[in-house]
């Protein structure tokens, strides 16, 4: 699997500040490297988000984003002890999940 | 010219050529250490370890050298400046704006014997379009409108381009002429960029 | 009552000295280079709460943990100077004294003796490519963010009680000031004094520790240029191209030595952990 990515997330009242920091190449396909030939594109395509095994956000994303990029969303009606599940998937089918439990705020 | 300055120094302060106290002190074991950690790559050579005269005099007076040997030393290196053949100082300023926002030449992921630029902007306030300058040196801009143009501020700028040893020893201006780093045009483009009243830098 | 006048005085004599200006000369851009700097530094703020450095902490500590290389071995018996295997807090008190290797190493000089005696990596291998590019970040440079990682909120407080330790500084600082190569440059040509900068690019001053910290804790940094994880090796490095020396070894004594110079004068400043840069 690839590498983990770091998620924090904040509990203010019932709304959930949610930030994760992905590992990813995100290689637009119009790089080159130091022998002079055309990297690949790879990029992630799909970010979802599951509170307690329910979906409640879904993203799709393009070559256009940044190398390692920072995602972040709001969420509410979630409480202490919820579990947060992210998981991204890319253009080589490779895929990533993590989990956290929502503190307390 | 290094051995002249080495006959001085031995002649006018013997003090500063001693040889070190101990085989462990610092400066020679940072420059032993030098010695046997780096390599050479690219253009950079292992000569440029090596101090030359005036490297090592500012080395070991912390850039502060008696005013007597100062003065001595930037005539010998005054004497040294090849002037233009033709007697032409000042070049064309559109050019030398191009060689003053060049920050290539002299590292070792420059190639050899491709012309570099003068790092001008890395040190110095120059032109009023460009913001992207640093603070090492004093601000250049309006510099001939306020030093004036003629000849003999026209051999002084080429001159301390050249070599800006020969007007303060000690100065952190690198000798561009003298360690090859700009060709005598780029220099006359440089010295037009600063006292051309045509220049945007005079405007 | 007094002082105020003093002061006030003082304020208006240094005020109404002739600023040498030609007529007609536009405003100089200080006010500019204010906002400019503001918004950098929002900017950096920004950035700072996300810092992908911290992915690279993250696997730094997976390969801290993972037996791997010819001898089949973790890092957790590594020894950076507080005992076998202790990390948290070992990065503030680098570099130092080690009585195995009889020297004083740096952080990331101590992690390759680590991987070399421990893991039986080949020190050569290690050294061949040590820097991150856009494709690869070597495994040094991720274990030494992992490490400086772990002395995130600690002061800075690297031992001069050894006769070693005492001399890598003093032979740093000779290096700090060793003026050579095409250029006449030494470090204090940019770094030995207050407010200057290259370009848009600040300076700090090496010789004074409120200064030396604004530059010696944002390393191992995360360089937003090209998405890559630099560590002080690769920050070395690249100063002596631009002071147009030749080539430093890769965790050498050199490096040590001015390193040791850099830390200590860092002393007592707060590390706030991998940093991120443009």
């Known amino acids: 699997m690839a590498d983990p990515m770091k998620i924090r997330a904040k509990l203010d009242g019932d709304v959930l500040d949610v930030r994760v920091l992905m590992a990813h190449p995100m290689e637009t396909g119009q790089r080159k490297d130091g022998a002079g030939n055309l990297v690949p594109l790879h990029f992630i395509q799909t970010i979802t988000a599951q509170l307690n095994g329910r979906p409640v956000f879904q993203a799709e994303t393009s070559q256009a984003v940044s190398r390692n990029p920072v995602f972040g969303f709001k969420l509410k009606g979630a409480k202490t002890g919820d579990k947060l599940s992210i998981t991204w998937t890319d253009n080589k089918g490779d895929k990533r999940t993590d989990e956290v439990t929502v503190p307390t705020a | 010219m290094q051995r002249l300055a080495a006959l001085l120094l031995a002649a006018t302060a013997p003090a500063i050529l001693a040889p070190p ?36 005099i500012c080395n070991r007076t912390d850039d502060k050298p008696p005013k007597e040997i100062a003065q001595r030393l930037e005539q010998d290196q005054l004497a040294g400046i090849r002037w233009p053949a033709d007697g032409k100082l000042v070049g064309d300023w559109k050019s030398g704006e191009r060689i003053a926002q060049n920050g290539r030449g002299m590292t070792w992921s420059d190639p050899a014997n491709a012309p570099g630029g003068g790092s001008c902007y890395n040190c110095h306030r120059i032109g009023p379009q460009e913001t992207s300058f ?70 | 009552m007094t002082r105020t006048l003093a002061l006030c005085a003082a304020a208006a004599l240094v005020a109404a000295a002739p600023v040498p200006q030609a007529a007609g000369q536009t405003k ?9 700097t503001e918004e950098f530094e929002k900017f950096r703020a920004v950035l700072e709460a996300d810092n992908p450095a911290e992915l690279f902490e993250l696997r730094g500590a997976a390969l801290w943990k993972t037996p791997r290389g010819p001898k089949n071995a973790s890092l957790e018996r590594c020894d950076l100077g507080l005992g076998p295997g202790v990390v948290k807090g070992a990065y503030v008190q680098l570099p130092r004294y080690f009585a195995d290797t009889g020297k004083v190493m740096d952080a990331e000089q101590r992690i390759v003796h680590c991987m070399v005696t421990l893991q039986g990596f080949d020190a050569a291998a290690l050294a061949k490519q040590p820097f991150s590019n856009e494709t690869r970040t070597p495994d040094p440079v991720a274990i030494t963010t992992f490490v400086a990682g772990q002395s995130r909120g600690m002061k800075i407080a690297p031992p001069q009680t050894r006769p070693q330790e005492r001399e890598a500084y003093a032979v740093g600082r000779e290096i700090f000031f060793y003026r050579a190569g095409g250029y006449d440059f030494s470090c204090a040509s940019c770094h030995g004094e207050d407010g200057k900068r290259i370009r848009t690019q600040q300076l700090p001053n090496f010789t004074r520790p409120e200064e030396a910290i604004r530059s010696y804790q944002g390393w191992p940094g995360y360089r937003m240029t090209g998405g890559v994880m630099h560590t002080l090796q690769w920050r070395l490095n690249d100063c002596f191209r631009q002071q147009r020396f030749p080539e430093p070894g890769y965790v050498s004594d050199s490096l040590t030595a001015l390193l040791t110079y850099l830390a200590v004068n860092s002393k007592g400043q707060v590390y706030k952990g991998p940093g991120i840069k443009r």
């Open chain 2, 21 to 56: 106290a101990a085989a462990d002190d610092p400066r020679t074991a940072a420059v032993t250490a030098l010695q046997r950690d780096f390599k050479p790559r690219g253009i950079a050579t292992m000569n440029f370890l090596v101090e030359d005269g005036v490297q090592a």
């Open chain 3, 28 to 36: 100089p851009p200080a006010v500019e280079r204010d906002a400019t």
């Open chain 2, 134 to 203: 640093g603070t090492i040196g004093p601000s250049l801009f309006q510099f001939g409108k306020t030093r004036g143009s003629g000849p003999d501020m026209q051999r002084y700028v080429y001159g301390k381009i050249y070599n800006a040893k020969a007007f303060s020893l000690c100065s952190q201006m690198p000798r561009f002429d003298h360690v090859g780093a700009l060709s005598e045009q780029q220099i006359k483009d440089l010295v037009a960029l600063l006292l051309d009243p045509g220049s945007p830098v005079n405007k």
